[in-house]
């Protein structure tokens, strides 16, 4: 073998390209050749340096929860002509927009959601707040605001609700509900702990399209507990909605930037996905 | 579970597993974070209108060629792009050669590194890419480039001789 053409393969030499009988002749060429030995060292140490020391990026798991969003909300027609899901109706032009698809997906679930989501809108109770639940509202806000900038959303970074739930043992007193909400448009992202009204908090974490929704939940206090279930309440600020309620003993609230109704048929969908966390 | 996540799941299996690769491609790429995200994003959702027209086959691949076509249609509308001030123009090594020794690469040398990687032409980039960090073959490289093999391998050599002298190294020839 000439050097100039050991010299073209050595590329594919150390990727290890070559067929058997091209390798073996540049590895025997090489043994011979100090030009090409030189050569072939100063490639391989190149190629490991790059390999080495290129940095792998990681996708944020912003964006993993933003395409697991945007696959689950792909265009219905999109879906719908896939083979895989058996025969179809070929005409698109009847099925209308997101909320059949609400209905197609989760079924009666997601058809009593809308219509609870619809109703309670309207019927939330936007009591009189004193200083004191005004105060908590902005810890929350705050809260929230800080875990959106960037690598400070989650501790456990799962979209898996048995990685999530389980996570909080030991670091929280008490052990949040992680219901999976995907097929409802709601992927889990993953778990965090934060600190609110003097508690250590258990903070879940869940997307809808591109928007945080924070789920924080702590020990109520102790004159609170054995009260019945409250009705979720709302309130709003600099754009933010916040929807609070308590159940058994623990204290709930959920806050996002994501519109008051959707928020709300969230709540709905969590509360009764979740039955009754426990300490 | 929902009947209608068939097709969904069929979905994420075919792009949620090359998440990783597709955000260091676009990262190579545009440099820019943001821009990164937002290039594969699009991919995905370019990815479920083409896939149906997938069948078997190395999905990565197939993700990959769709991401590189919308990074390098992102990397055309780029305005203002900072002024291309190639460090491996300059004779003199970045480093000189004992500290560009192989296991002494500091954290600074990383992003020396990524840089000299940044300031290759593109085609030269994104054969670096797709072949030191994500250890496609040369065929995969191929696909996804859209370019014979025989210019892929000229593309890899030329680029390792570039960077072989960015970081300080003898080489042969600075192709």
Redesign the interface.
């Known amino acids: 073998m000439h050097t100039d053409h050991c010299?073209?393969l050595?590329?594919?030499y150390v990727?290890g390209?070559l067929p058997s009988d091209e390798r073996a002749a540049v590895r025997a060429h090489v043994a011979e050749c100090v030009?090409c030995a030189?050569?072939l060292e100063?490639?391989a140490?190149?190629?490991?340096?790059?390999?080495?020391?290129?940095?792998?990026?990681?996708?944020?798991d912003?964006?993993?929860a933003?395409?697991?969003s945007?696959?689950?909300d792909?265009p219905a027609s999109?879906?719908?002509?896939?083979?895989?899901?058996g025969p179809t109706p070929r005409s698109t032009s009847a099925r209308p927009a997101p909320p059949s698809r609400w209905l197609?997906?989760?079924?009666g679930v997601a058809a009593a959601v809308v219509i609870a989501a619809a109703s309670s809108a309207t019927t939330l109770a936007v009591a009189h707040r004193d200083d004191s639940s005004r105060r908590l509202a902005n810890e929350v806000l705050t809260s929230h605001i800080r875990s959106l900038m960037p690598g400070h959303l989650v501790d456990v970074a799962s979209t898996n609700q048995h990685n999530v739930k389980p996570w909080f043992n030991g670091r929280v007193n008490l052990s949040p509900a992680v219901p999976g909400l995907d097929?409802a448009g709601f992927p889990l992202v993953g778990g965090r702990l934060d600190y609110l009204d003097g508690h250590a908090t258990a903070t879940v974490v869940y997307m809808r399209r591109q928007h945080v929704i924070n789920i924080y939940s702590w020990p109520s206090a102790d004159d609170a507990r054995d009260a019945a279930p409250t009705t979720a309440e709302s309130r709003s600020a600099q754009g933010y909605h916040l929807v609070s309620w308590r159940s058994g003993d623990i204290e709930y609230c959920a806050v996002s930037d994501l519109n008051a109704g959707e928020l709300a048929a969230f709540v709905v969908l969590y509360r009764r996905m979740s039955g009754e966390p426990s300490r | 579970m929902a009947p209608s996540t068939q097709s969904v799941d069929r979905l994420e299996a075919l792009i949620l597993p090359h998440l990783d690769d597709a955000y260091t491609l676009a990262r190579y790429l545009l440099r820019d974070e943001h821009d990164a995200q937002d290039a594969v994003q699009d991919a995905a959702l370019r990815a479920v209108r083409y896939a149906d027209g997938f069948r078997d086959g190395d999905s990565r691949a197939w993700f990959l060629v769709i991401v590189r076509n919308c990074c390098l249609t992102r990397r055309r509308r780029q305005q203002n792009e900072p002024p291309m001030i190639s460090l491996l123009d300059d004779a003199a090594p970045l480093s000189d050669s004992s500290a560009a020794d192989a296991r002494a690469i500091e954290r600074s040398d990383r992003e020396l590194l990524a840089r000299a990687v940044s300031t290759l032409p593109v085609e030269f980039q994104e054969v670096i890419v797709l072949r030191e960090i994500q250890q496609l073959s040369y065929s995969e490289i191929s696909d996804v480039v859209g370019a014979p093999i025989g210019t892929v391998m000229s593309r890899l050599s030329r680029a390792r001789k570039r960077l072989a002298v960015a970081l300080g190294r003898t080489s042969q020839e600075a192709g």
């Open positions: 010299l073209d050595l590329d594919a990727d390209e030009s030189g050569a100063s490639l140490a190149t190629s490991r340096i790059l390999q080495e020391n290129l940095v792998h990026y990681v996708a944020p912003v964006l993993k933003r395409i697991r945007a696959l689950a792909a999109e879906l719908d002509s896939s083979p895989a899901l197609r997906i989760a079924g097929s």
